[in-house]
């Protein structure tokens, strides 16, 4: 017997409100589906209210470029963007729209868990905007987080989306500044980014790496113990992580993977050397 449309689309929105963090969620933020929308495609019909008390809709953009970003207060991928939007907004703000999505928690926790209502979700979206402290739009998706699972729901993608509704430019991490200063510089400039998409990985998740502790101070020690199940060498690198303390942190999530580098170079030598 096949599952009726209705079946499926509760399934996933039941999926979509996950309680805890899962390493087949891990496994799921690091790619894009073969249908994800990606640039050249129209985006997703959506019409999304927002935090100030209007709306941004797919079908009335409005003259201006959007820059749309996906979030929650417990990404730590989000925590590295922050900065990273507020020095784009100071410099293409004029010139470009932009608007942050609240979306399901990344990491909830026993302290900030996922939001089971809407008016939940709304509570979420201003915790995002007054910690951030943000100066854009933030807008919020649904409960069942319909927009966010339209466009294959990554913790932290960002989509440049030209005012005909058509996405120029797909950033995986948000976090990616160079990426994304360089396609906001050349559609401001009336050419299409030279880039369509960024693909860097490593980088955008060692720079969150640091701010995984702060999500555990915030939301809950449930969270470490998810990624220490999902996920033992994100665990191990966030653990790491809080020995530099000096370091901006940003910064914490390298200096982390360097020294478990050096270490484990140092015990292939001691084990080598053993057996000789």
């Known amino acids: 017997m096949t599952s009726s449309p209705v079946t499926t689309e509760a399934h996933a929105a039941d999926a979509y409100r996950f309680a805890r963090f899962r390493t087949s969620l891990l496994i799921d933020d690091l790619t894009f589906g073969r249908q994800a929308p990606g640039p ?161 990985m490593a980088g955008p998740l060692l720079r969150a790496v640091g701010h995984l502790p702060g999500v555990v101070r915030f939301a809950g020690r449930q969270v470490e113990r998810d990624v220490w199940r999902a996920a033992p060498p994100l665990a191990v690198l966030g653990r790491l992580s809080r020995l530099f303390t000096r370091l901006p942190t940003d910064r914490r999530g390298p200096a982390a993977a360097a020294t478990l580098g050096v270490a484990a170079a140092a015990a292939l030598v001691l084990a080598l050397g053993t057996f000789r």
């Open 40 to 200: 050249g495609d129209r985006v997703p019909a959506f019409d999304l209210a927002t935090l100030d008390g209007g709306r941004i809709r797919s079908g009335d953009l409005g003259a201006l470029p959007v820059l749309l970003v996906f979030g929650s207060r417990t990404c730590p991928v989000t925590e590295s963007a922050g900065p990273v939007l507020r020095r784009l907004h100071t410099r293409y703000g004029d010139r470009v729209r932009f608007v942050w999505v609240n979306t399901r928690e990344a990491h909830p926790g026993e302290v900030f868990g996922q939001p089971r209502t809407y008016a939940e979700k709304l509570t979420h979206a201003e915790h995002l905007r007054d910690h951030h402290s943000v100066a854009f739009e933030v807008a919020v998706d649904d409960i069942d987080g319909r927009l966010h699972r339209a466009m294959s729901p990554k913790p932290n993608s960002a989509y440049l989306i030209d005012p005909t509704g058509v996405i120029r430019y797909r950033a995986h991490w948000a976090n990616d500044e160079a990426g994304l200063r360089a396609a906001l510089a050349d559609l401001t400039a009336g050419r299409a980014p030279r880039r369509g998409r960024s693909r860097a």
